[in-house]
């Protein structure tokens, strides 16, 4: 009961301002956070439904960079919690009316600047989440953490190995996991002591005491030295006059069978294609089948996918793929792909390590190799990506991993 009234009492704050640069036309127009994945979700829907299950449901989501189909989704899909139980899905856009700059400078600052509309729904604590992570976790046994320990801040924080922690926030911690030490991008991570082969990488999850966040947000906005970031200033600033905990991710993660604990920031090109291909596996790290921890979104009403024409040269179909409603498949093949809602792949194309994303047209006889190819292009029939590494380099988006990302826009200057 002890841990139902804290969730109840919990206010979940999302940061989905970020611009996701890495990601090049993916996001040209969008927020990282609203951009499609999995076939028929948003980044987001992640993080949201992570909330809804775990049930804190008094969400509010702080927007700011090109938000407009993102705050569309949010308002067509995320409105069905019940203000009358106090539950609810609010959206708070950067406030170019406030003092100051407006736009938000880093992590904290977002908070800060809304810090009269969280005071305002008296938490006892707040969740502060980043709105750009695909993972699925149940918030309440991090509360459960964070209450019993009674911490002032507990850090969700990712068992890694210590040579791939460098690109992390690195908690060092002491027997009962204290963070007693915070690195950025260390040259030398320093393990965990039950696991020295492993680090704390931190996943960009807190959660505060509310009345400690209100005063420390308050003290870091006057400190001319910092850069308002939660993991860069606050959480450094706090340790050793604070009780700060790491909270293992292995212990709250929704477990799928055997497969370790799944958390990725798609943030790059390849990191986003190498998460969307890890969903065509036979039995995916990430399970999008469990009933138990649905991911919602919000659904148009689509037909189902079809496939069609069947003849010896001309045969729709896909294989090792993963194909969303609105998709048709005539006459051409797909491999190891994942097709977003509407797409429509046309006779005699070939898709090979593809993600497409939604309402897209491939024309006849095209044929695309490791492409990740963006919402709402045509293909013109014929075109070949994938095959020459240089003439793909030159017309498109080359990743450093060997990815061709695709845009309405490049496509535009073939002429």
Not at 138 to 149: M, P
Not at 183 to 192: F, V
Not at 348 to 364: F, K, S, Y
């Amino acid at each position: 009961m002890e841990i139902v009234r804290a969730t109840r009492s919990t206010l979940a704050v999302i940061l989905a301002g970020g611009r996701g640069q890495r990601l090049m036309d993916l996001t040209r127009d969008q927020a990282k956070p609203g951009l499609d994945f999995g076939g028929k979700y948003r980044i987001i829907d992640f993080t949201l439904s992570n909330c809804v299950n775990s049930g804190v449901r008094r969400i509010v989501v702080l927007t700011q960079y090109r938000s407009h189909q993102l705050l569309e989704h949010l308002q067509l899909g995320w409105t069905f919690l019940p203000a009358v139980m106090g539950e609810f899905v609010h959206v708070l856009p950067a406030d170019q009316t406030h003092s100051g700059d407006a736009w938000y400078a880093g992590t904290a600052d977002a908070v800060f600047q809304n810090l009269e509309d969280l005071q305002s729904r008296k938490p006892e604590h707040v969740l502060v989440l980043a709105g750009d992570h695909v993972y699925k976790m149940d918030y309440r046994l991090f509360l459960e953490d964070h209450v019993y320990r009674e911490a002032d801040v507990t850090v969700a924080c990712l068992e890694v190995p210590r040579e791939a922690a460098t690109g992390f926030g690195v908690a060092s911690v002491d027997a009962d996991d204290r963070i007693v030490d915070w690195i950025e991008k260390p040259t030398d991570p320093p393990g965990i002591p039950d696991k020295p082969h492993l680090a704390f990488a931190s996943m960009g999850i807190y959660l505060f005491r509310a009345d400690f966040l209100y005063e420390e947000l308050r003290r870091d906005a006057q400190d001319p030295h910092s850069s308002h970031d939660f993991g860069k200033d606050v959480i450094p600033g706090i340790l050793g006059r604070a009780r700060v905990f790491a909270h293992r991710f292995t212990r709250s993660c929704i477990p799928n069978l055997d497969k370790p604990p799944y958390w990725r920031d798609v943030g790059t090109v390849d990191a986003y294609w190498e998460a969307s291909m890890d969903l065509t596996a036979v039995d995916p790290v990430l399970n999008l089948y469990d009933r138990h921890w649905p991911v919602m979104t919000h659904q148009e009403q689509l037909p189902p996918a079809k496939f069609v024409h069947s003849g010896p040269y001309r045969n729709g179909m896909a294989i090792a793929s993963v194909v969303a409603d609105g998709v048709i498949v005539s006459g051409s093949m797909v491999f190891h792909s994942l097709l977003s809602a509407e797409v429509r792949v046309h006779s005699h194309a070939q898709l090979q390590e593809c993600v497409v994303l939604p309402e897209v047209d491939i024309g006849h006889h095209a044929r695309l190799r490791r492409c990740i190819v963006a919402r709402g292009c045509r293909i013109p029939p014929g075109l070949v990506v994938g095959e020459d590494p240089v003439l793909d380099g030159q017309r498109f988006h080359r990743s450093p991993g060997g990815v061709t990302l695709i845009s309405q826009r490049m496509l535009d200057r073939l002429g």
